[in-house]
């Protein structure tokens, strides 16, 4: 595996003057076609992700500037941290595979004080109303990961009539999406740095948080589109400075299709969190010691990973957000750390250099394989220490050194956002 290098400001070579009163630096080099304006004062950013994202600014599609957020880090096919406004065409590869991944939160009417002494019941109520991680490959009716073929009714009433009309729509077209783990994943956590978390603000409050997206289905609809853009692009791919940057242009074969797809992946992902947090609030309340509460005000329900159709400097544009919360002014978003971070819930400024966007989270700053080979048990116990959560090998390379400290991804993006609630976990529940 390449070693990625990481990068501050002046070892880049990179012009750190500030612009204006504006938080960002650009990192254009001669090849590129937009400017790229990045909010990474105070971060690092590692060379092949500056790559990726130099490579991106090469294509005829993209309008204005990238925006690049403080939590970027290199991704597979394209840069995580990053908002990519293109006129006419979308790159699928750019929204990635785990469509509509996201983040959802409510704060509830508990204080730190109803939480018994021992959170493991709570953690051990959660991970059996949520089914998380991956077993057996993943195969349909015994994966553990979903529900093994016995959704709960819920499941099943939100699948039949909020998805699986227009999903019979889109395997109509595209059959082998069919045999994906669909309504099986409907209400799941999945794996990675998917979490199902209990936190407590600065003033003592608790609040339940989750971080997932459109699980398998997703994944499929977003791979299958990625090969149909380099299809669609024949000949001319070979002129692209990355091959995963294919893109689909309006009025192609697969364009239509893709925004179907898309948005039903979003939906759905979206449905997944909701259900899932009501899976939560049940297990909360079934958990010996806490008392009856209520949830406080309206989840915040937020997407990192999608696309959608809006209007910046005048102009209708295809808005990619890789890893990117949408800020516009006044609107509510989510940035977690690690699992033994500080969160935070955000309002956004509407900053329309960054097309009105934030950070999604910390952002990696190694590997993960970098991560299981530098730390160990011991330090991540030590890192997590009070968080009722898993402290063995499997989650290494989920551990909080391995992401860039969020603080000053926070401070790094001033401008874009307003910290509402700074809050701390005290249960998390990885896959």
Excluded at 28 to 34: H, T
Excluded at 247 to 264: A, L, M, P, Q, T
Excluded at 355 to 364: I, N, P, Q, V, Y
Aim: hydrophobic letters at 35%.
């Amino acid at each position: 595996m390449v070693r990625r290098t990481l990068l501050n400001l002046r070892q880049a070579n990179i012009d750190v003057t500030r612009i204006g009163q504006a938080r960002w630096r650009s990192l254009k080099d001669d090849d590129s076609k937009v400017d790229i304006k990045a909010w990474v004062d105070g971060v690092t950013i590692d060379s092949e992700a500056l790559n990726q994202i130099r490579n991106c600014a090469k294509l005829p599609i993209v309008h204005g500037h990238i925006a690049v957020m403080p939590d970027v880090h290199y991704g597979k096919a394209a840069t995580v941290g990053t908002v990519i406004p293109t006129s006419g065409a979308i790159i699928p590869a750019a929204v990635g595979v785990d469509i509509g991944c996201g983040m959802i939160a409510c704060e509830t009417s508990l204080t730190a004080e109803d939480l018994p002494d021992s959170l493991r019941e709570l953690r051990t109520n959660i991970e059996i109303s949520v089914p998380h991680g991956r077993t057996h490959n993943g195969q349909k009716g015994l994966d553990a990961g979903g529900w093994r073929g016995n959704p709960t009714d819920q499941v099943k009433q939100v699948w039949k009539h909020e998805l699986k009309p227009e999903f019979d729509r889109l395997i109509s077209r595209y059959p082998r999406l069919a045999a994906t783990n669909n309504d099986n994943h409907l209400g799941t956590l999945g794996t990675g740095n998917h979490f199902a978390e209990v936190h407590l603000d600065e003033k003592d409050k608790v609040w339940l948080m989750i971080h997932s997206g459109s699980r398998g289905v997703g994944n499929a609809i977003g791979f299958s589109f990625i090969e149909y853009a380099k299809q669609d692009m024949g000949k001319h791919i070979a002129n692209l400075p990355d091959k995963d940057l294919a893109y689909i242009k309006e009025g192609s074969d697969f364009f239509n299709d893709y925004i179907f797809g898309v948005n039903w992946a979003q939906k759905y992902a979206k449905w997944n969190r909701e259900l899932m947090m009501d899976a939560m609030i049940s297990a909360t309340r079934k958990t010996k010691g806490i008392p009856p509460f209520k949830v406080v005000g309206k989840a915040i329900n937020c997407h990192h990973n999608y696309v959608e159709q809006e209007k910046h400097f005048g102009k209708d544009l295809y808005i990619t957000r890789k890893g990117a919360v949408r800020a516009y002014e006044g609107e509510l978003g989510i940035i977690p750390g690690s699992m033994g971070t500080d969160c935070y819930i955000v309002k956004g400024k509407g900053n329309t250099e960054s097309f009105c966007s934030c950070s999604h989270g910390a952002g990696r700053e190694m590997s993960r394989v970098q991560a299981r080979r530098t730390f160990s048990i011991q330090e991540h116990m030590a890192a997590t220490e009070g968080i009722e959560c898993r402290k063995d090998k499997d989650v290494i390379d989920e551990t909080p050194m391995a992401y860039k400290p969020i603080a000053a991804v926070i401070d790094a993006q001033s401008d874009l956002i307003e910290v509402v609630a700074r809050l701390k976990q005290v249960v998390c529940v990885k896959g």
